[in-house]
């Protein structure tokens, strides 16, 4: 079992729709969550931490449940530029660097 | 603001060729990481150095050496490359190893080994 989990998706949605991806996380001692974004053939960059009370930047909304080891991302009024693949990264201090999941795909159509 | 630099974009090896990928910070980074993407299977991570003068394993280690030549610069070797070492390598950096910092990635090396 991996120990970070996503659907890979595709998800297409249209302009203006709201979409949620989960994740789930296998180790218990995990501490640290992030979302990261990645576009095609390009690097990882950081969209945002997820923090225990959930967190909330823009259009983008994370949330965080520990019982049941998931994480969540929520994009409203989704944009053609918020294509992308979106990386659920988890870390835990037996392991001193963070650990991806694979990622799901988004794609927004006009 | 430069970032993370890696070196080169792109490359095509013969299997059996050897090669270094370079990678350097300017952000006073303590923590250097080198990691591989294949198709559907995520970031994996092959070495990492906590701070300068440490290096250790990660997840896919085998097939890769790596130095950490000072604060700056962390490079990873093929010593003698393989059709399976086709990927694309990330360089990153953070702050420390400590599990509240996100990492700043380069752009990626694109290694194609025939």
């Known amino acids: 079992r991996k120990e970070v989990e996503q659907d890979p998706g595709p998800f297409n949605v249209p302009e203006g729709a709201t979409v949620a991806f989960n994740c789930t996380y296998s180790n218990s001692a995990s501490q640290s969550f992030f979302w990261y974004r990645q576009d095609c053939r390009k690097e990882p960059k950081l969209l945002m931490s997820v923090y225990s009370s959930g967190n909330e930047d823009g259009r983008f909304t994370a949330q965080l449940n520990r019982a049941s080891q998931y994480i969540s991302l929520l994009i409203r009024d989704s944009k053609l530029s918020d294509s992308a693949t979106y990386l659920c990264?988890?870390?835990?201090?037996?392991?001193?660097?963070?650990?991806f999941g694979s990622g799901t795909r988004l794609q927004v159509q006009p | 603001n430069a970032g993370v630099t890696q070196t080169p974009k792109f490359q095509v090896l013969k299997t059996g060729q050897s090669m270094t990928l370079q990678c350097a910070q300017d952000?006073?980074?303590?923590?250097m990481y080198w990691y591989r993407q294949d198709p559907g299977m995520g970031l994996r991570l092959i070495y990492y150095?906590?701070?300068?003068?440490?290096?250790d394993k990660g997840e896919v280690p085998n097939g890769y050496n790596v130095s950490r030549l000072n604060k700056r610069e962390f490079s990873l070797r093929l010593e003698s490359a393989a059709p399976s070492q086709t990927s694309v390598y990330f360089c990153a950096s953070s702050e420390t190893t400590g599990t509240n910092y996100g990492y700043t990635f380069g752009s990626g090396t694109r290694l194609t080994v025939v």
């Open positions: 952000m006073n980074h303590n923590s």
């Open positions: 150095s906590a701070s300068e003068g440490t290096t």
């Open positions: 990264v988890v870390s835990h201090t037996g392991r001193r660097a963070l650990t």
